[in-house]
């Protein structure tokens, strides 16, 4: 004789508390700076950053759209990090773990097929009147010359120190070199005749 068959009770799925979403946003922002600070680009997914953050997958399409939305959230979050460090006419941006990780990160996700333009940010605007007066040069015009030197410089070394195999004597040399020609600034702009 057979028995018959018990049904198999689930038990009820416990809910998650709802985070709001200014919570649940910096948990994703940060377990994806860890993710990305701690493994390759391509292993910082979705599923493993919402699970460091202890939250639903979906919460980084309710939250940023996209994992293209997070990154470049992350982007900023990490050049604002690295900008409350810098001092106006300081040149220590380049060694910044988060400016490194930050151009390492928007490299990789323009070679991904991501439009460059969303990353367009002018973080660096309110340092241009200490700037001036720290280099003690007149015009705007030197002033966003240099800047956007600095910046192609820095993220040139961002994305390619490693690969080329830059030692830390060629880099203190680089640096070195650039800190002379910060300081010629005001004389370059009197060459130049933008010093009006």
């Known amino acids: 004789m057979t028995t018959p068959k018990q049904k198999t009770v689930k038990a009820p799925r416990t809910p998650r508390a709802v985070v709001p ?44 759209g996209s994992m293209t939305g997070l990154f470049n959230q992350v982007s900023k979050v990490l050049m604002n990090n690295a900008i409350s460090r810098l001092k106006p006419t300081s040149l220590t941006m380049f060694a910044d773990p988060d400016f490194i990780l930050r151009n390492r990160l928007i490299a990789w996700m323009i070679a991904e097929g991501v439009d460059p333009k969303i990353f367009n940010t002018e973080n660096s605007d309110h340092f241009a009147p200490e700037f001036q007066i720290g280099v003690e040069v007149k015009s705007d015009r030197t002033t966003v010359a240099w800047q956007i030197i600095t910046q192609f410089a820095g993220q040139g070394f961002a994305i390619f120190s490693e690969v080329r195999g830059i030692t830390n004597a060629q880099i203190d040399d680089c640096l070195n070199m650039l800190r002379v020609q910060r300081d010629k600034l005001p004389e370059l702009e009197r060459e130049l005749g933008w010093a009006d």
């Open 21 to 64: 979403a200014a919570e649940a946003q910096n948990r994703l922002i940060e377990a994806g700076i860890e993710m990305l600070r701690e493994y390759p680009f391509d292993q910082a997914t979705a599923r493993e950053i919402t699970k460091r953050a202890g939250l639903a997958l979906t919460t980084i399409s309710r939250n940023f």
